[in-house]
DNA sequence: TAAGGACCATACGCGACCGTATGGTATTGC
DNA sequence: GCAATACCATACGGTCGCGTATGGTCCTTA
């Protein structure tokens, strides 16, 4: 127990390459042989690191929340300045890096999931109470706040979701601005 | 050519099964044998209607949006009253009636085909602009008028993506007037 | 240096589907 | 009443992926 590694880096690129043909092809085609062909190496080797497909797709949603959420709230916090300040970084962060890389994946498999919906929903919930704090931090009440995070946020879904070509780094920038402009005139 | 039939009422039979099946599995279980198990005949019968199963894929976004959204759009034309008074009653309808049944499914698909991811922004287009249309008539120019309609249409995508659980129809119709309060009230 | 464990390759049986070939039945036009 | 056609059942070969069994190769540890 004293040197065991709570994540086997060799485990961990399974779940990575798994994550990425997620995104590319969608949840069913995240077979073991195929994602053994992609590493360059036979299925020996999964059944060595994972009791079976089942258990990778399991492991897939914690991998996920680890790998890609998890640094972004990091980003809010460590922004200074006051809620406005902070929005208007996040959505600067979000329009450059486009984090949510894997979250239309994820979505969509959770749409036949139900294991998978409620994580993706938790994560949906860690984003909006974030948002909300900073609603609150801006002078409105709890309610008003839990609601004008659901609109801020539901817009950040909508964009990726509705996208079917990619839109360029400026337009995701005038938007943003707009978008703060319209959820923010009214506060401060 | 007289007495030919535009849509075989027995192939939409198999689309329509399809579509079930994609919202309830998604696209990669939509699979001809399960299918023709599903409408108690053999695929004998499935090969005499499609060309293969490609053939039925690629058949099923027209379906969709033949039998789907086309009765939505009529309904917002047949109300009558101003944009406001239209905006509410399409909000009811969309609370009541629940008509985006297999938008979720569809757009799960759309992530991973790009001809689907065409099919389904033409829609999100359609509907876009009968939104921003009612905006206009509300006062707004056009420009500002395609930025609310798309706040406006992205709630509804927002709200019916992040859904793990159900939600109850007077939570619903508590959300719609929420809504239509917050994007209408600066205008008319 | 021998033993044990970590890690991977190979080979096999199995089931689920696909698409085709072929034959059967029932209805319709003439 | 007889073809032609629409529609469906059955049977078959082929592919893909799963999971298991088994053996090989390092690398560590005593």
């Known amino acids: 127990m004293a040197s065991r590694r709570e994540h086997s880096q060799d485990r961990d690129s399974w779940l990575a390459e798994a994550l990425e043909m997620l995104r590319e092809r969608g949840i069913d085609h995240v077979k073991v042989e195929p994602l053994a062909k992609r590493l360059g190496v036979t299925k020996g080797s999964f059944y060595w690191h994972f009791k079976n497909r089942c258990d ?6 914690e991998f996920w929340a680890r790998s890609q959420t998890d640094p972004v709230l990091d980003q809010v916090e460590t922004t200074n300045g006051g809620p406005i300040e902070k929005m208007r970084a996040v959505l600067e962060f979000i329009a450059r890096e486009d984090p949510d890389r894997y979250d239309n994946a994820m979505r969509a498999w959770a749409q036949f999931d139900s294991e998978v919906a409620v994580a993706v929903a938790q994560i949906d919930d860690r984003r909006m109470a974030t948002a909300q704090s900073l609603f609150e931090e801006a002078g409105l009440s709890p309610a008003d706040a839990a609601f004008r995070a659901r609109l801020w946020y539901f817009y950040d879904v909508g964009e990726h979701v509705t996208r079917d070509t990619p839109v360029s780094l400026e337009e995701r920038l ?7 402009k319209l959820l923010t005139s009214d506060l401060k």
């Open 56 to 61: 990778l797709l399991r492991s897939l949603p």
């Open 174 to 180: 005038e938007r943003a601005s707009h978008r703060l």
